[in-house]
């Protein structure tokens, strides 16, 4: 529970993020996350309820305990006249067993700015930088505040791609995003917070039941209309479409609710 005057930021948020996994938490402007996100780093203190990060309160937690973790915040660093190099190498010196600075470089994608001023990166590189400094530590658990915003579409990919490589390397990823594609591509299981609340706990597929949700069905008629039909049995419809037309069914799709709309849908109700 976290409180401020009389906005209640956190009013009960029960959940178990195992080791390896990626944890998306998914919500609203002002739904409590960069909050939740923000105890577990042990950079806010809660007002009630246990935490525990890695086996320690984070608000006891020590300099040890904090090497093992890296942190993405919401806003970006400045670092005025430094250079992306001067900076990534700087920080490695906090760490008990950084990585190689080079290599992280390299990995966020910024090579080619090795050697410019910090100033002078684009959004999307300022939000890459911070990535850097997330992970020079060789965390074991990386938190990410809205990791990409303002990244480009390749970016993204390229983003994803190297969370995915710190996944497989053992490292829990607990991230904040918007972008529900992001969590879909990401995450081995979302939250959604509303309003403090914690709404539902699940793999991206599972959410809200989203696999045993109506599928739509449409097809164009020989008229040439488009025709939709909801149907718990989508591959009848289809074979009987087929049947129907004599072979291809001409501008058939079959889906299912996105993970946009079932969150959506869920955030809607409150
Ligand atoms: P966003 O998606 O916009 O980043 P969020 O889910 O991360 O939102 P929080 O930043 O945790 O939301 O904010 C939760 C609530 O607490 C909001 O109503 C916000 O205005 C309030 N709040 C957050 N930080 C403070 C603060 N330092 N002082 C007062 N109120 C705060």
Redesign the pocket.
């Known amino acids: 529970r976290k409180v ?2 009389d ?1 209640v ?1 956190v009013d009960g948020i029960d959940l178990a993020v195992h080791r390896g996994e990626v944890f998306a938490l998914l ?10 996100v923000e105890i577990l780093e042990g950079f806010r203190r809660r007002d009630g309820g246990e935490v525990s990060v890695l086996g320690v309160d984070p608000d006891r937690a020590d300099a040890r305990w904090r090497s093992r973790v890296g942190i993405v915040l ?1 806003g970006t660093g400045e670092f005025d006249e430094l250079t992306v190099a001067e900076v990534v190498h700087h920080f490695a010196n906090f760490y008990p067993e950084p990585d190689d600075p080079d290599s992280v470089i390299d990995r966020v994608g910024l090579a080619d700015k090795a050697r410019a001023r910090t100033h002078t990166l684009s959004g999307g590189q300022k939000r890459r930088l911070d990535v850097a400094l997330g992970i020079i530590g060789r965390p074991e658990l990386l938190f990410l505040d ?1 990791p990409t915003t303002g990244f480009d579409p390749k970016a993204r990919r390229e983003f994803w791609e190297l969370i995915r490589n710190l996944a497989t390397a053992g490292t829990t990823i607990v991230l ?1 995003t ?1 972008y529900l594609d992001e969590a879909e591509a990401l995450a081995d299981r979302v939250a959604v ?1 509303a309003a ?1 609340r914690l709404v539902d706990v699940a793999a991206p597929a599972k959410l809200g039941d989203r696999e045993n949700a109506l599928a739509t069905v449409s097809w164009r008629t020989p008229e040439g209309d488009l025709e939709h039909t909801k149907s718990a049995t989508p591959t009848a419809l289809v074979s009987e479409l087929a049947a129907r037309f004599g072979g291809e069914v001409p501008g058939l799709t079959v889906t299912r609710p996105s993970l946009e709309d079932v969150y959506l849908e869920m955030i809607g109700h409150r």
């Open positions: 401020y005057g906005v930021a919500g609203p402007n002002g739904a409590g996350k960069t909050t939740t919401q809205e904040t918007h917070i403090g």
